[in-house]
């Protein structure tokens, strides 16, 4: 099949790769929207500058929430943003889109992803499974025999998935990730009398967050809060335990997944682990000591390819350019002339 548009809407980061340009687009999947108003006030990055800055009655949303669509008119509104973008670019007089998504989500969801996709403009779209992009951007031959593992540590989902001959065989996954953390430690924080935002939440859990518990240089973090006793706003310190006590679920959820996935492989893939490895991708594979926690549970290598996060991206580029190379992972497909 022929794609000349990759995209991947994802929890919290859009990416869009055209034929022939490699990865023309990513940005913040966030969007600023008035109550009752159609048009969004702003899409990406300086929608993400917005939140919790908004006066009543807007808000920051995101139109995709582990791997399910939450609203599908933000949806569509992604989706003509990026189609016009593509233009712009390549000059495309039809648009063939090749869409990363959720391994886990059911066929109901999929269709819906597809469809705000067709009604959004494009001649055809196609879904594959986002693990497989991600170890495809690493650089895994998923195409050979041999066996590819890929380990996801993404912001909306998180499993592992082995890969031979251009086809998934065992996948473990949960639609969960790391950007949960970031609401957690929002609520710690307020059980304690203090409101933060978001941001400030997730700028504690990249300072302080470490995949083992021990220190990954710092003790604590301070930010910018709302004392809720007092009303009036005051600097307070997030400490590293608090972070690492809220990340350790995480952590044990997604070995858990791993030593899950590696127990169910054949065992001529499985051996072909010990000398290959496995890859780690998606924005958590920067949690410190992450890579070395997981090398240690399944007993095999771990290795991160340069900016893990946008593995996807990179695995989207290579798929449109890749003239059918990878059709026996697309997941399902639909046209514009069939409906």
């Given amino acids: 099949m022929n794609f000349n548009i990759g995209i991947d809407i994802g929890t919290r980061n859009v990416r869009m790769a055209v034929e022939g ?23 990406g990055d300086e929608a993400l500058a917005m939140r919790g800055r908004l006066s009543e009655g807007c808000a920051v949303a995101y139109p995709i929430h582990s791997g399910i669509c939450e609203n599908e008119a933000l ?16 000059h495309l007089r039809k648009i063939h889109v090749l869409a990363g998504c959720a391994g886990w989500i059911a066929r109901a969801h999929r269709y819906a992803l597809m469809q705000a996709a067709l009604d959004a403009g494009a001649d055809s779209v196609s879904l594959i499974r986002s693990d497989a992009l991600a170890a495809i951007g690493a650089g895994l031959e998923v195409a050979r025999p041999e066996a590819s593992f890929v380990i996801e540590a993404g912001a909306g989902g998180m499993g ?27 609520g710690a924080m307020r059980a304690k009398g203090v409101r933060i935002g978001e941001d400030a939440a ?7 967050a470490s995949a083992s518990g021990a220190s990954s240089g710092k003790l604590s973090v301070s930010t910018a ?52 490895g496995a890859c780690l991708v998606g924005g958590g594979a920067e949690l410190f000591g992450l890579r070395e926690h997981l090398a240690s549970a399944l007993g095999i290598d771990v290795f991160v390819p340069d900016n893990p996060r946008d593995a996807v991206a990179r695995g989207l580029s290579a798929a449109i350019e890749a003239d059918g190379a990878y059709d ?9 002339d069939l409906q």
């Fill in 75 to 90: 949806l569509g509104r992604w989706f003509l943003a990026l189609f016009e973008r593509a233009r712009s670019i390549a």
């Fill in 328 to 336: 026996r992972l697309i997941l399902e497909s639909d046209r514009a």
């Fill in 202 to 208: 997730e700028g504690a859990k990249l300072a302080l």
């Fill in 225 to 276: 809060g709302f004392d809720e006793k007092t009303r009036l706003p005051r600097l307070v310190d997030i400490e590293a335990d608090l972070v690492n006590a809220l990340v350790a679920p995480y952590v044990r959820t997604l070995t858990s997944l791993c030593v899950d996935a590696l127990a169910q492989a054949p065992i001529e893939l499985a051996a072909d682990l010990a000398a290959r």
């Fill in 160 to 186: 592992a998935a082995l890969l031979s001959f251009g086809r998934t065989v065992v996948s473990r996954q949960m639609p969960i990730g790391f950007a949960g953390v970031d609401g957690e430690i929002v």
């Fill in 21 to 43: 340009y490699g990865v023309a687009f990513t940005a913040s999947a966030a969007v600023a929207v008035r109550k009752g108003v159609d048009m969004p006030i702003a899409m």
